[in-house]
């Protein structure tokens, strides 16, 4: 199992999506918010995904697909 700690950030429609419920039940992938802030029009989620490295890989790819900017979180910022 591998972690990655993301910043995702979503705008318009998809601040209503149950997104990383979908991300979850798709890749089989463990989320963990650890910091999150919605207001109109934008939110953004701190969170830790977990699961199989492919997985994680093809889940990431599947949110910028949908228009979720993800970054990176380099250092431990969310502990």
Known sequence: MTKRRVHLT???????EPILWQLSQ????????RQADF????GWI?????GDP????????????????VAPIEQDVVS
């Open 10 to 16: 979503f705008t318009g429609k998809l601040v209503e």
């Open 26 to 33: 798709t890749f089989d992938l463990i989320f963990n918010i």
């Open 39 to 42: 207001t109109e029009g934008i």
């Open 46 to 50: 701190m969170a830790e995904l977990e």
């Open 54 to 69: 492919q997985r994680l890989e093809n889940g990431i790819k599947w949110l910028e697909d949908r228009g979720v900017q």
